[in-house]
């Protein structure tokens, strides 16, 4: 049975990804909006809304805390594992305006986070100043990318595929694809933990193991495929802004909002080790942005690897080898 339910949410993943991308990519059409700042925006908002929902309920809870690992791992997983693992299928060319604009803001975004933290907590100000800089930013960019009508560039291809798509269409392929991410990761979360559970039933660490790869993997799951589906129909700008957008979205409006509605405390692990880490996985997404053309196959290993030496870490200090 658990077998089925993962096939059955990989399946969904698939669908969801493929609806998610056709919206995406017939909204920025209709809007003249480039594809780029789609995926900044309305693509990073859906596949970033589960992790905001759980740090919201948990402040709510009385645990503001969990927010604080849940962005740090969804950071650290959307750069190194997602981004490592869609260029090794299909690398991607990096617009001019990621590398002038998007990187340096997620940079700004991850070392503000770390400043904040500092003192061990997010006040409430403090979110309303991250949030504030979300909607400033996000303004901004939908301005300036309907100013340079960037969409009015896209080949004749494209323009025959979506030109006659009413807009409601657009919305409704984008909200399909929204609830098959969500629901698929979900069902293949529940599948892939009951099968590690069998594998590991002798291991005295295989709560935290199935937590730092089958959960870490299935949360980063909607990102993953959105990425992946976008780079395999040649919309490469809405993959690699999806993972940045996730990521700004994630300080800016998960750690912003969760704060504004609870102060959230800051662990000395947090500040002393994950934090770090996620400021040395930003760094050197620049020099995989900025060295070469593309973000090819080897590029893809490097953070594939950086990946693996974060979990192994993890792991190692669980069983108190480190």
Do not use: C
């Amino acid at each position: 049975m658990a077998y089925l339910i993962l096939l059955l949410g990989l399946g969904v993943l698939i669908i969801g990804g493929e609806f998610l991308v056709r919206g995406a990519v017939g909204f920025s059409k209709k809007l003249k909006i480039s594809s780029l700042v789609i995926g900044m925006t309305v693509v990073a908002f859906g596949t970033s809304a589960p992790e905001l929902l759980v740090s919201l309920k948990s402040a709510l809870a009385g645990n503001p805390g969990i927010a604080v690992g849940n962005v740090i791992g969804s950071n650290i997983a959307n750069i190194a594992l997602v981004l490592g693992i869609t260029v090794l299928i299909f690398p991607i060319v990096v617009d001019k305006n990621t590398k002038k604009i998007d990187y340096p803001m997620l940079l700004f975004a991850t070392l503000l986070m770390s400043i904040f933290a500092l003192d061990g907590v997010f006040s409430m100000i403090e979110g309303l100043f991250m949030f504030g800089l979300l909607i400033f930013f996000i303004t901004w960019m939908i301005g300036k990318s309907r100013e340079e009508n960037k969409a009015a560039e896209v080949d004749k291809i494209g323009e025959e595929e979506f030109k006659d798509e009413p807009i409601w269409k657009s919305s409704m392929f984008l909200a399909l694809g929204f609830v098959g991410l969500f629901l698929g990761s979900e069902w293949f979360v529940k599948g892939a933990v009951e099968i590690a559970n069998e594998l590991l039933a002798t291991n005295p660490n295989k709560d935290v193991i199935i937590g730092v790869t089958v959960v870490a993997f299935g949360t980063s799951a909607p990102e993953l495929v959105a990425s992946i589906m976008a780079a395999l129909k040649k919309e490469t700008d809405i993959s690699i802004g999806n993972l940045i957008g996730s990521n700004i979205f994630n300080i800016f409006a998960v750690i912003g909002l969760t704060s504004i509605v609870k102060p959230i405390e800051v662990s000395d692990s947090a500040i002393h080790f994950d934090m770090l880490y996620m400021i040395g996985v930003a760094i050197l997404l620049l020099f995989v942005i900025y060295i070469g053309k593309q973000i090819g196959r080897l590029k893809g290993v490097i953070l594939f690897a950086s990946y693996i030496a974060y979990i192994t870490i993890i792991v190692l200090k669980t069983q108190g080898k480190l």
